[in-house]
């Protein structure tokens, strides 16, 4: 396809968001032909969200995509469903990536069903109207900004629920292995992500892209004009790597592997050496940038905290603590100290104390920590009891969602249900939720 050939040309050039964002426009251009011939065009919105919404999509991104849409339809009318396929069934054609639909509902349903997730909120902050009825738009604009606004004292607990939940990365190859992850390693596109969300809940950045993003911070002194450069550079060349991988791939490879590496190092004119040389140089930069501003924001939440606080966070941290000490925080009625030990922890016994200080604060009417139950889903050490515990959370308006799919997707899990003994009805959960 010319247009691919194009695009192909301009990071080839040098310029890998300028090629991304080409890509975004032609995955919208794909979404508003299929929403005009549709007939519900005035009945609904249809919005790129999370790196789509941003403009940073690659040729096999998943594209996620949310419909919003006014009292006339519903979740399953038969348009709807007819319309989801013709879109998924479009950018195929294109041979783009994959569709995953965000969510589906009124403006007022997807904005409360998200407020209780980190993940979905943070994700609200990205979104761009494709096609569709733009007062709709417009309408769950607003509301997301009125749902979402938060005080001075809740920008730092999010961003400290940030720091631990950018921590599930920590397991992927990072930039200086043998087969480093260009997305999810250190000092791939999710370092990179973080810095957005930080300028977007902190610094209120109206920039839509993550040059936009990185000027914003540079302007609040958060990264020198140093800093500033190597993180735009380094992002140029990872969306570049990543879009010359996607291009040569038949799907999402974002592996550095020796495959991946002779592939490229050949249609890119260069030398294999040259590949792991440049991107390690480039990812090594935004890591280090990013490490010292997450240890900032540490420092000045541990400074606002107190000093009682932060020691606690210490032990928390220290794999040396004893148990007993580990089970009190646990159950602690500090939410922040539950959620340091559900990440940190790697004792079943622990975790399942986590559990139950969670019951706790719900029965003293503080409600359930939203990012304390993903925590719990994520750990691989959690155990049998307390994921079931999880998947029996009612889903009505998807703010569980995304803690039953990270149930779901534990290794942990999928080890679990290849043992003949197993619980039938944790299967069925399962079985329900995939």
Same mark, same amino acid.
């Given at each position: 396809?010319?247009?691919?050939?194009?695009? $192909? *040309?301009?990071?080839?050039?040098?310029?890998? +968001?300028?090629?991304?964002? %080409?890509?975004?426009?032609?995955?919208?251009?794909?979404?508003?032909?299929? =929403?005009?011939?549709?007939?519900?065009?005035? %009945?609904?919105?249809?919005?790129?969200?999370?790196?789509?919404?941003?403009?940073?999509?690659?040729?096999?991104?998943?594209?996620?995509?949310?419909?919003?849409?006014?009292?006339?339809?519903?979740?399953?009318?038969?348009?709807?469903?007819?319309?989801?396929?013709?879109?998924?069934?479009?950018?195929?054609?294109?041979?783009?990536?994959?569709?995953?639909?965000?969510?589906? *509902?009124?403006?007022?349903?997807?904005?409360?069903?998200?407020?209780?997730?980190?993940?979905?909120?943070? =994700?609200?902050?990205?979104?761009?109207?494709?096609?569709?009825?733009?007062?709709?738009?417009? /309408?769950?604009?607003?509301?997301? $900004?009125?749902?979402?606004? =938060?005080?001075?004292?809740? @920008?730092?607990?999010?961003?400290?629920?940030?720091?631990?939940?950018?921590?599930?990365? $920590?397991?992927?190859?990072?930039?200086?292995?043998?087969? #480093?992850?260009?997305?999810?390693?250190?000092?791939?596109?999710?370092?990179?992500?973080?810095?957005?969300?930080?300028?977007?809940?902190?610094?209120?950045?109206?920039?839509?892209?993550?040059?936009?993003?990185?000027?914003?911070? /540079?302007?609040? !002194?958060?990264?020198?004009?140093?800093?500033?450069?190597?993180?735009?550079?380094?992002? !140029?060349?990872?969306?570049?790597? $990543?879009?010359?991988?996607?291009?040569?791939?038949?799907?999402?490879?974002?592996?550095?592997?020796?495959?991946?590496?002779?592939?490229?190092?050949?249609?890119?004119?260069?030398?294999?050496?040259?590949?792991?040389?440049?991107?390690?140089?480039?990812?090594?930069?935004?890591?280090?940038? @990013?490490?010292?501003?997450?240890?900032?924001?540490?420092?000045?939440?541990? %400074?606002?905290?107190? #000093?009682?606080?932060?020691?606690?966070?210490?032990?928390?941290?220290?794999?040396?603590?004893?148990?007993?000490?580990?089970?009190?925080?646990?159950?602690?009625?500090?939410?922040?100290?539950?959620?340091?030990?559900?990440?940190?922890?790697?004792?079943?016994?622990?975790?399942?104390? @986590?559990? /139950? *200080?969670?019951?706790?604060?719900?029965?003293?009417?503080?409600?359930?920590?939203?990012?304390?139950?993903?925590?719990?889903?994520?750990?691989?050490?959690?155990?049998?009891?307390?994921?079931?515990?999880?998947?029996?959370? !009612?889903?009505?308006? !998807? #703010?569980?969602?995304?803690? %039953?799919?990270?149930? +779901?997707?534990?290794?942990?899990?999928?080890?679990?249900?290849?043992?003949?003994?197993?619980? #039938?009805?944790?299967?069925?959960?399962?079985?329900?939720?995939?």
């Amino acid at each position: 396809m010319q247009e691919k050939a194009n695009i $192909r *040309g301009i990071y080839l050039a040098g310029d890998g +968001v300028q090629a991304s964002r %080409h890509i975004t426009s032609l995955a919208a251009r794909i979404v508003a032909n299929v =929403v005009s011939n549709s007939g519900l065009s005035d %009945h609904l919105a249809v919005t790129l969200v999370g790196s789509s919404g941003r403009g940073e999509m690659c040729f096999k991104s998943d594209i996620d995509y949310m419909i919003l849409h006014d009292r006339a339809l519903s979740p399953g009318d038969e348009r709807m469903e007819k319309l989801k396929k013709e879109l998924s069934q479009q950018c195929e054609k294109y041979g783009l990536g994959d569709l995953s639909c965000f969510g589906v *509902g009124t403006d007022k349903f997807i904005t409360s069903s998200s407020k209780f997730s980190l993940t979905d909120r943070l =994700v609200l902050d990205d979104t761009y109207l494709a096609a569709g009825n733009q007062q709709i738009y417009d /309408e769950f604009k607003d509301n997301v $900004r009125r749902e979402f606004a =938060v005080s001075p004292r809740e @920008v730092e607990d999010t961003l400290l629920d940030m720091l631990f939940i950018y921590r599930r990365f $920590r397991d992927y190859a990072r930039f200086d292995s043998d087969e #480093p992850d260009i997305k999810k390693g250190r000092g791939g596109l999710r370092d990179m992500q973080f810095l957005i969300q930080l300028a977007k809940i902190k610094y209120k950045s109206g920039g839509r892209g993550v040059m936009e993003c990185i000027k914003d911070l /540079e302007q609040h !002194n958060v990264v020198t004009a140093d800093e500033s450069k190597k993180l735009q550079d380094g992002i !140029n060349h990872i969306l570049t790597i $990543r879009n010359e991988l996607h291009f040569q791939f038949s799907q999402e490879k974002d592996n550095l592997d020796a495959v991946a590496v002779s592939t490229i190092s050949k249609t890119m004119n260069t030398t294999e050496e040259e590949i792991l040389t440049r991107y390690r140089e480039h990812a090594r930069n935004i890591y280090e940038i @990013v490490r010292r501003v997450k240890r900032q924001i540490r420092s000045d939440i541990e %400074h606002s905290q107190g #000093p009682r606080w932060t020691e606690a966070l210490k032990q928390i941290e220290d794999p040396e603590t004893p148990r007993e000490e580990m089970i009190a925080y646990a159950k602690s009625s500090n939410k922040f100290l539950r959620l340091g030990v559900a990440w940190n922890s790697e004792d079943p016994e622990i975790l399942r104390n @986590v559990m /139950e *200080g969670e019951k706790t604060a719900k029965s003293k009417g503080d409600g359930y920590y939203w990012s304390v139950l993903f925590a719990l889903a994520h750990n691989r050490h959690t155990s049998i009891g307390v994921y079931d515990w999880l998947l029996d959370f !009612n889903d009505a308006g !998807n #703010p569980y969602r995304k803690i %039953h799919i990270e149930v +779901v997707r534990n290794p942990t899990v999928t080890k679990l249900l290849k043992d003949a003994t197993i619980s #039938p009805t944790f299967k069925e959960k399962v079985d329900r939720i995939t």
